[in-house]
Nanobody, 116 residues
Framework: QVQLVESGGGLVQTGGPLRLSCAAS????????MGWYRQAPGKQRELVAL???????NYADSVKGRFTISRDNAKNTVYLQMNSLKPEDTAVYYC??????????WGQGTQVTVSS
């Protein structure tokens, strides 16, 4: 009964900004953590950014200083603000939440393409 709907992906030029959103709905009691993962063709899925229930954040080294993860608890929504995008950021981005019951849910994925 939990659904994550992602939006905001698209085609951008190198150096440009893009903001991804992921809204969770359904039978959610509480959320322990929200995160963004990405997967490029032929590569493993990797964690991009994570925000805990306490507000602590973690970022992959490759995006530190460029990406910012944030959340709106009232709306059960997590955002990923991406700045100074590079072609190597091109991937399908997936949002993920872990509930207080330690159940994990995934969004449908949204394509981000950074052109040079």
């Amino acid at each position: 009964q939990v659904q994550l709907v992602e939006s905001g992906g698209g085609l951008v030029q190198t150096g440009g900004p893009l903001r991804l959103s992921c809204a969770a709905s359904g039978s959610i009691f509480s959320i322990n953590a929200m995160g963004w993962y990405r997967q490029a063709p032929g590569k493993q899925r990797e964690l991009v950014a994570l925000i805990s229930s306490g507000g602590s954040t973690n970022y992959a080294d490759s995006v530190k200083g460029r990406f910012t993860i944030s959340r709106d608890n009232a709306k059960n929504t997590v955002y990923l603000q991406m700045n100074s995008l590079k072609p190597e950021d091109t991937a399908v981005y997936y949002c993920n939440i872990v509930t207080s019951g330690m159940r994990s849910y995934w969004g449908q994925g949204t394509q981000v393409t950074v052109s040079s």
